[in-house]
Nanobody, 115 residues
Framework: QVQLVESGGGLVQAGGSLTLTCTYSGRTSSGWAMGWFRQAPGKGRLFVASISRSGGSTEYADAVEGRFTISRDDAKNTVYLQMNSLKPEDTAKYYC????????WGQGTQVIVSS
């Protein structure tokens, strides 16, 4: 059973930065493309970013392109999301998973960006 644990969220002013961390246990991620997703209150869960199995390729939602950076450290079973130039519309709960959302979802980490 895979367990995903997201952390690093918090309250930040617009223009600020946060780094989210996702650690997983029960399965190695080295064979999986990984992703970050977010869900704002009253809305569905949306794709934010993904990283290939090798880490050599990344993709981003248009809304975060140029501001967010996804990375991975398979030795630590960890995926990161560096978020810069945060905007109030980035406020959401953030989750990690495989790029297709194939594992059970974790609890997520809340990000609140104040204007």
């Amino acid at each position: 059973q895979v367990q995903l644990v997201e952390s690093g969220g918090g309250l930040v002013q617009a223009g600020g930065s946060l780094t989210l961390t996702c650690t997983y246990s029960g399965r190695t991620s080295s064979g999986w493309a990984m992703g970050w997703f977010r869900q704002a209150p009253g809305k569905g869960r949306l794709f934010v970013a993904s990283i290939s199995r090798s880490g050599g390729s990344t993709e981003y939602a248009d809304a975060v392109e140029g501001r967010f950076t996804i990375s991975r450290d398979d030795a630590k079973n960890t995926v990161y999301l560096q978020m810069n130039s945060l905007k109030p519309e980035d406020t959401a709960k953030y989750y990690c998973n495989t790029d297709r959302g194939g594992w059970s979802w974790g609890q997520g980490t809340q990000v609140i960006v104040s204007s």
